[in-house]
């Protein structure tokens, strides 16, 4: 696949087919420390990153490389050690939990691994958990229609397929309309069919709403969906480059 290679800082331009090339994201050689007794970890070890709007990213790293807390970071679930983030023009870096709560509520949407639904509330009842407390929510019956699910929203999740409560968990996350998607292994509990599927309704959320998401993976190909893939090893970037020519999930091999 032609690619364009940067030098490894994360500032590559703006892929040529988003939306816009408004950065959505910046961070400044953040850093995050955790330190048990006199011993200290670096998860993040100065990172300087710009995300853009409508930008489908994925970031792709070994375990323990930084991919994670990034997200939390830029997610509003955790605070940097040093260095400074910025939504847009409001910066996250030293505001207080509350502040970091409200911007969670209003712009961004969380999708896991595990799709933490909850068991005894159907797929409409688990989305309605969103969709009463989100400011400009869509009906909880649009969402699970976007994501295929259209009939299966009154089941129950034990009545539903690995790749169906995903599709619930995307639902609910996109029910709140936000500016962010950030999914975390999205697809690293499912086979490679119920996989594509998943991806499929990632990229149609991406490209129908502009919706600005990133993508953890540890499946190197799913790279080749994204506007932009980013390394990470050791708390930092490794390398950045941008796809000339994209994927579609169907396309993967996996």
Not at 102 to 120: C, E, I, M, T
Not at 155 to 163: A, R, W, Y
Not at 194 to 207: K, P
């Amino acid at each position: 696949m032609p690619v364009l290679h940067d030098d490894g800082t994360g500032l590559a331009a703006a892929p040529t087919d988003a939306p816009t090339a408004a950065p959505v994201f910046r961070t400044r050689a953040i850093t995050k420390v955790y330190e048990t007794g006199d011993v200290k970890v670096y998860a993040l070890a100065g990172v300087d990153l710009t995300l853009y709007k409508g930008e489908l990213t994925v970031l792709l790293g070994p375990s323990g490389s930084g991919k994670s807390t990034l997200l939390n970071i830029l997610g509003g679930l955790d605070h940097a050690t040093e260095g400074q983030v910025w939504f847009e023009d409001t910066e996250l870096t030293n505001m207080s939990d509350r502040g970091l709560a409200r911007y969670r509520r209003d712009h961004v949407g969380f999708v896991f691994q595990f799709y933490n639904l909850v068991p005894s509330l159907t797929a409409r009842e688990n989305v309605q958990l969103v969709t009463d407390v989100a400011p400009d929510p869509m009906p909880a019956e649009e969402a699970l229609e976007l994501v295929g699910l259209g009939s299966r929203m009154d089941h129950f999740p034990s009545e539903m397929s690995g790749g169906e409560q995903q599709r619930v968990a995307i639902a609910r996350a996109i029910a709140k309309r936000p500016q962010i998607l950030l999914c975390n292994e999205p697809t690293g509990a499912l086979d490679s069919t119920t996989g594509v599927q998943v991806l499929e309704v990632l990229r149609d959320i991406n490209e129908r709403f502009g919706t600005t998401t990133v993508v953890i993976t540890h499946n190197a190909e799913i790279q080749c969906m994204a506007h932009r893939v980013i390394f990470f090893q050791d708390g930092k970037i490794s390398e950045t480059k941008v796809n000339v020519r994209r994927l579609s999930p169907s396309q993967i091999v996996w």
